[in-house]
């Protein structure tokens, strides 16, 4: 079974520049989330979809971050534009709908603003 | 809203000896409980998790939790660790309700074993 996929692996930009994430779920998950971890830190939920609607985004920064998740499937994560502690990885993962069961995780974009 | 803290951040620890990490959390909900493990450049992935019932649960690589309700706790332990038990381990939780599984999670514990 194929695993969440995301690209790319590693991005350097400058500040107020703009970025893009993409995110590809495991297929038949129709929760996926977008998390951000800083280093030092635990991941930070910026963005749950359930199908293509948005369930949670309250810490989302919608000033600078955009979220889709277009059919229901592949998801991208915009900054625009990006600042220096915008500097994180960012985590996918998908999970089914039911409670409790488990996330699958992507490797991450690591993202350095400089 | 929910919050877990891990109360180490970093664990030396020799080989085959015992470990134990700590993570405590708060919320006004029940919520379910999981234990995350990040390799060196890997992602995150499920190491065990709580969702009712027996209140010790076990991973197939030798680690167990237990869920003390009174406590909110969760801990994690392995009575010996090996090389390959390197790496950082975060607490999580979710609340027990319909609108989906979204984690919170602790601010993670690293865990170096030495030779």
């Known amino acids: 079974e194929a695993g969440v996929a995301q690209s790319p692996r590693y991005k350097i930009i400058e500040k107020r520049q703009s970025v893009a994430f993409w995110c590809n779920p495991i297929?038949?998950?129709?929760?996926l989330y977008w998390y951000q971890q800083i280093l030092g830190q635990g991941p930070k939920l910026l963005i749950q979809?359930?199908?293509?609607?948005?369930?949670?985004d309250s810490q989302l920064p919608k000033d600078r971050f955009s979220a889709e998740r277009l059919k229901g499937v592949d998801s991208t994560l915009k900054i625009q534009p990006a600042k220096l502690e915008d500097s994180a990885v960012y985590l996918c993962?998908?999970?089914?709908?039911?409670?409790?069961?488990?996330?699958?995780f992507g490797q991450g974009t690591r993202l350095t603003v400089v | 809203a929910q919050s877990v803290t891990q109360l180490d951040s970093q664990v030396p620890v020799f080989e085959e000896a015992p470990v134990e990490l700590r993570c405590n959390y708060s919320?006004?909900?029940?919520?379910?409980l999981f234990w995350y493990v990040q390799y060196p450049n890997q992602g995150l992935q499920l190491l065990l998790k709580?969702?009712?019932?027996?209140?010790l649960v076990e991973s197939i690589n030798g680690f167990e939790a237990e869920f003390n309700k009174s406590q909110t706790s969760f801990h994690l332990r392995k009575p010996s660790v090996h090389i390959s038990d390197t790496a950082e381990y975060f607490c999580a939780v979710s609340e027990r309700k319909a609108a989906g599984n979204k984690l919170t999670f602790g601010g993670g514990t690293r865990v170096l074993v030495k030779p």
């Open positions: 993962a998908s999970s089914l709908a039911t409670l409790g069961t488990e996330a699958f």
């Open positions: 979809f359930q199908n293509n609607g948005v369930v949670d």
């Open positions: 709580y969702l009712s019932g027996s209140t």
């Open positions: 919320s006004s909900v029940s919520v379910y």
């Open positions: 297929s038949g998950h129709a929760t």
